[in-house]
């Protein structure tokens, strides 16, 4: 349980400040692994997904790199130059033209869905019902990567402090952490729905399904996911569902990661413990209470914020922006009386938009991905089996491929720096700390190793035991080769013989030599300890015979 009750408790009445939020922007992240049915490795999951079905609501995004200079606008330019070139090559692609471009060269597609129009929220019983415009339902695939992000992005006009931190903490939540004794889902809203452009609800939360909710992690092992972020993936289905060709599964916490924007109207009104409560997403509560400890806050600023233009100086001049990150976050608050702050088109809120929004993408993929890359390696060695022949075979199958999809991933999507521009890396280093993604990749890194040095001492260990075994067979047939060779010296005559009879003798010196041959390779494993004893000094002949004995000795 990420929040204390008290928290989910106290938020209902809270006296927050009384500074408003002229502009609200939230944008939710959810990373999922995707698992085919049918066990085949796919590279390209969006084609895949996209032939899910006539009713796939879905449909690929074209992106604004066409060629057609009319179509190519300036934000788009001030986007792509942002980045380095490696990181333009990961999200943009290659080449002009895209019917040209194979999957490797671009890496990421992205389908969009455009029937859900609106979100309807109801926060808490005694709070009235929030509607928030759907800017854009995104799903992103990455290429050779099994992980789809949902990139939700929600929008609404003059809300309460209040009211935009009580979104910012309930939205994102797939299950609730537990109910209240009136049955209401604890830490999630009370009510979510789905409106399309004409109002009418596509689908409804069911958070308050207690039951229901308790006899799924009963039954499957795994939590149950709302209704309605259900719906938001279809035609992906939860793997513990029996339909479905194209699965997915949880990957990190409960929560989804956010990004949230917040047009002030009084930036400078916000107290210390709103910028906490922010910056933690704590959700609401009395502009003078820290919801902290002071002794857990006192590096809150030099940890959590970057306060590169946050300062109290004329609105008209300085936006006062503050950016705030912690491991699931990344909240920007400004005054909304700047109109650099407020501009969609070439200020902040363009740069959050895009910028900020895909530095942020780009961190939390990469934590999908390793998660995804330590959960599968987890998953090959439960499923190994050193007495069973087939599953070890899988293993080192798995093994392989896995080692083939991390090498891929390290050189085509693990970045440490996405941007030269001071802003973008900062912030870009900021949610890395938080992630603590250096510490993860090592982790998974490491795990590769020890199952490729796995493979290796296995591989090693076989041949030195075919060597003995081929030692012991040597060994012993060069009896039967001094034996055999007996024949091919002239002591006897035998050239008088018929053929016949050099066909029987033949047999006779070779059926024998190839039994005691099979028998010497079956044996190979105990001979191989006769020899060792018999070439030992340092023991007695009677543990030399014993050794001897030892070779027929059940």
Known sequence: ????????????????????????????????????????????????????????PWRIVEDEFTGDPAEFQERHYSEFVTFLPPVQRFIYGQGSERAERTCGNTPIKVMRRTDVAAMRVTLTPDAAPIELKVAHVDLYFFFDIDIAILALELYADNLSLAAAQDVMFRLGRLYPSFWHKDGAPGHCALCTEWLSASGAILASSDFEDRKTYLAHVGQHRSARLGRHWEFLLKPLVPLDRDKGTLRY????????????????????????????RLGHVRGSGKASKQPLADHHLTDFEAKHCYDRYHEKRDPADWPSTRYMSCNHALVVTGDARNAYFVNGEHGLLNSFRHQHF????????QKAALLMFSDRLAEAVNRLDIRNPQAVLAFRSATREALETFLRFTHRYWFHVVSNQDQARDLFDL?????????????????????????????????????????????????????????????????????????????????????????????SQRLSSFLDALGNETIGLGEKLSAFVKVWRR
Request: glycine share 4%; hydrophobic share 45%.
């Open 358 to 365: 895909m530095l942020f993408m780009v961190a939390h993929f």
């Open 249 to 276: 599964r949880q990957l990190e916490y409960y929560r989804m990661p956010l990004m949230a924007y917040l047009a002030l109207d009084d930036a400078d009104a916000l107290s210390r413990a709103d910028y906490v």
């Open 1 to 56: 349980m990420d929040q204390d009750l008290h928290a989910d408790a106290t938020a209902q009445v809270a006296t927050p400040s009384s500074s408003s939020v002229s502009h609200f922007r939230q944008i939710l992240f959810w990373p999922v692994q995707l698992i085919s049915v049918s066990g085949q490795k796919s590279h390209d999951h969006a084609e895949a997904f996209a032939a899910l079905g006539p009713n796939n």
């Open 431 to 523: 949610c890395r700390s938080h992630l603590d993604l250096d510490r993860l990749y090592e982790d998974v890194r490491q795990e590769v190793q020890e199952m490729s040095q796995y493979l290796e001492n296995e591989a090693m260990r076989r041949q030195n035991e075919s060597v003995a075994r081929l030692t012991v067979v040597t060994a012993f047939g060069l009896i039967g080769t001094v034996a055999t060779g007996f024949l091919g010296m002239n002591l006897f005559d035998h050239t008088g013989l018929s053929g016949l009879e050099k066909v029987a003798m033949f047999a006779a010196v070779f059926v024998p030599t190839l039994v005691l041959t099979f028998y010497t390779i079956a044996k």
